[in-house]
């Protein structure tokens, strides 16, 4: 598709996306006749989102605001409505904005939906509506306390345990504090002013999190809870202040959980399986994961932090997993759990590359003779004693690699593999159209 990628729509902010951020709204508001809207905590939140509104009202639907609400808070609401409407780039940058699109159960639109809305972007009949039939625009009051008591109902109070919660200064920072602190939890709170500049890199990977595992270590805290812009994520740092790796965090809520019915995505660790239980793969992106678990699923959940609670809704719900997760910690040292789940090694990265022919990269990497090929979504190759994905980025330039094996020579053996194979696969300047 040409504007949405595995997550939404996410660009760079400037007019070009502005005017799409109308085109949106005309294109939603003409199908869904009842839509409510939120933004992250970005500086252009308020352009992108009163261009989205315009959209809708220009289109006839009716609308409401919510405000400034992380993403899974908005879901939560959408319930009430045809369609919710979410002003975030998740991870990426403050320089970036995006949109992506809710249905009533939580869930993102579906790839036959995004083109739906694709098509009528692209057609010059977005027609607005007649001037009598212009609707006005309204304010949904509360939905971040609707969320918060929706969660709170779920978990005992009075946990004791001390967190340090780094919001990164996004949507969650005026969220998951207090609503851990009416769990009984002692929070130091850390980045969660909502300024829309965010402090570290927003993306909660373990580069990004050294200030908040230095925090944890010298405050003695239990957990450290980390979320990116708009919170449909959430990582974690243990009671020894080490970030856990997103395999590790999948193992610890399925066990903990007792989930014997798991959705998750083809980068996930082959450690999950030998736990034993169902285990369901999808594509890479929480979207592949929410539809998956349309068909039944007792959890679902990406590596990257995108953890999916059927019982709250089928949208990443990065707050509702933080009490979760203050919950087991408050029972049990993380560090413990953590390390009872078993492991392999596991690299992950990428390379940047936009002249990469795909069809002659799977060719070059069948040369590394793997038992299988799989398609589902870049290249996956199986071998007896471990595995390899190579797939472009959906919201970057890049080809990431995802190699895990027994051993960590053969797991090394096959990134650097992959990368050479990268490397003589790219297409020749005088080869592109």
């Known amino acids: ?63 409401q605001d919510a405000g400034v609400t992380p993403t899974p808070t908005l879901a939560y609401a959408t319930r009430e409505f045809d369609a919710g409407v979410m002003i975030t780039a998740s991870h990426n940058p403050p320089e970036y904005n995006g949109i992506k699109l809710l249905n009533p159960d939580g869930s993102s639109f579906t790839s036959s939906q995004q083109e739906q809305i694709e098509e009528a972007i692209l057609t010059s009949s977005l027609d607005t509506t007649r001037w009598q039939d212009v609707k006005l625009s309204g304010f949904y009051e509360g939905a971040v306390n609707k969320h918060i008591d929706f969660i709170l109902a779920r978990f005992p109070a009075g946990l004791k345990l001390r967190v340090v919660v780094d919001a990164g200064c996004g949507a969650a920072s005026e969220v998951t504090p207090p609503m851990l602190q009416r769990l009984g939890a002692e929070v130091i709170s850390l980045n ?64 903990v959980l007792g989930v014997k019915d798991l959705v998750t995505t083809l980068d996930a660790s082959m450690a999950i399986e030998e736990m034993g239980g169902h285990v369901r793969r999808t594509r890479i992106g929480d979207t592949a994961v929410s539809e998956e678990l349309r068909n039944g699923g007792e959890f679902g959940g990406e590596t990257s932090g995108s953890w999916i609670f059927p019982e709250m809704s089928l949208c990443p719900d990065g707050i509702y997993a933080a009490a979760q997760l203050a919950a087991i910690a408050a029972r049990q040292k993380l560090s413990e759990l953590v390390d009872s789940i078993p492991s392999y090694p596991l690299l992950r990265g990428s390379t940047v590359s936009d002249s990469v022919d795909m069809s002659r990269l799977e060719s070059s990497l069948k040369a590394l003779e793997p038992l299988s090929v799989s398609n589902t ?23 990431r690699i995802t190699a895990e094996a027994r051993s960590e020579e053969t797991a090394r053996q096959l990134y650097e593999s992959c990368l050479q194979a990268i490397k003589d696969s790219a297409v020749a300047e005088g080869e592109r159209d």
């Open 1 to 63: 598709m040409r504007f949405f990628g595995t997550s939404g729509i996410r660009a760079l902010f400037n007019k070009d996306l502005i005017d799409l951020a109308l085109r949106v709204g005309l294109a939603v508001g003409r199908k869904y006749g009842n839509i409510v809207v939120g933004t992250d905590t970005r500086t252009s939140r308020d352009v992108m989102k009163h261009a989205v509104i315009s959209g809708l009202l220009a289109s006839g639907a009716g609308c």
């Open 377 to 399: 979504d870049g290249i996956k190759l199986n071998f007896r004693d471990g595995w390899l994905l190579v797939r472009p980025s959906g919201t970057e330039p890049k080809i």
């Open 192 to 255: 969660c002013n909502p300024s829309g500049f965010f402090p570290r890199g927003i993306e909660p990977t373990a580069a990004n999190l050294e200030e908040l595992c230095q925090k944890v270590k010298d405050t003695k805290a239990d957990l450290g809870i980390a979320h990116d812009g708009d919170a449909d994520r959430m990582m974690a740092i243990d009671d020894r202040g080490e970030f856990i790796p997103g395999d590790k965090l999948l193992a610890v809520f399925a066990r």
